[in-house]
């Protein structure tokens, strides 16, 4: 049985980060790779590296604030930009999604801060989906979603906003309406422990003491989560010069 792997990292300026993210794919080969926070426009993204290595790319961002990016070593279709019923004034670059083959691959840099609308994105992304994808389709939603799911995914309280009412606030609610029923958690798949960071502070100590949060998630599908064979996140790139402050998660299917 052949397998067919995707990876999602919020790399925190692409401009800065691309000698990391192509040794990242070099290694690893992914069959799609997602991205998030490049902060670069789509006429200055760096494309000759990753078509050198046989993938097709779709990227949205204006530069200098949010933008994502899908890398697929097979083409990538029917590409959609953003929420029709979520705008943000400050810049596109949160939500692009695309076919590559019969799968679908959704990528999100959901907003960081609850004044920008988390909750208002989560739930208008949900709805996309409701009206877009039939109850069987194949669809893979990746990226820096901004939130814990649970007290497993944070070190410490102190990391979290409203930590005593977590998991019960707005964007946490929202968060659980927009995977319900529709996607499972691959990490979670094979993983049920805390303590699996994807995001850390700019400490040196914050690695070393496992201090973080998992903010980085590859949700699937029903049926396409059952065929998990793995699901990892990267910390080695956190030792490459000049490092994201995030991780990236690789997860494995068989297909």
């Known amino acids: 049985m052949s397998t067919w792997s995707i990876a999602t990292w919020n790399v925190n300026s692409l401009k800065v980060r691309l000698p990391n993210v192509l040794r990242f794919v070099d290694e690893t080969k ?25 993938y097709h790319l779709a990227t949205v961002g204006t530069g200098g604030y949010a933008g994502v990016a899908i890398a697929s070593l097979d083409p990538i279709a029917e590409i959609v930009s953003g929420i029709i019923t979520f705008q943000e004034d400050k810049a596109p670059g949160r939500r692009l999604l695309g076919r590559v083959g019969t799968r679908w691959v959704d990528t999100v840099y959901v907003p960081t801060r609850t004044k920008i609308g988390k909750a208002a994105f989560l739930d208008a992304l949900r709805a996309d989906h409701d009206d877009r994808f039939a109850a069987d389709a194949e669809v893979v939603l990746a990226g820096d979603f901004n939130i814990c799911f649970d007290e497993r995914d944070y070190a410490s309280p102190k990391l979290i906003s409203d930590p005593d009412v977590h998991p019960g606030r707005p964007e946490d609610l929202a968060f659980r309406r927009l995977v319900g029923g529709r996607f499972a958690d691959c990490f979670r798949r094979v993983e049920e422990g805390g303590g699996h960071f994807t995001w850390f502070p700019n400490a040196t100590w914050a690695m070393k003491r496992n201090y973080g949060m998992r903010l980085d998630y590859i949700f699937a599908s029903r049926s396409l989560a059952g065929r998990t064979v793995d699901a990892t996140h990267d910390r080695s790139v956190m030792a490459l010069p000049k490092p994201s402050d995030h991780v990236p998660v690789l997860v494995r299917f068989n297909v």
């Open 30 to 54: 992914p069959d799609v790779l997602c991205l998030q926070e490049t902060r670069v426009s789509e006429a200055a993204f760096p494309r000759a590296p990753f078509e050198q290595r046989g």
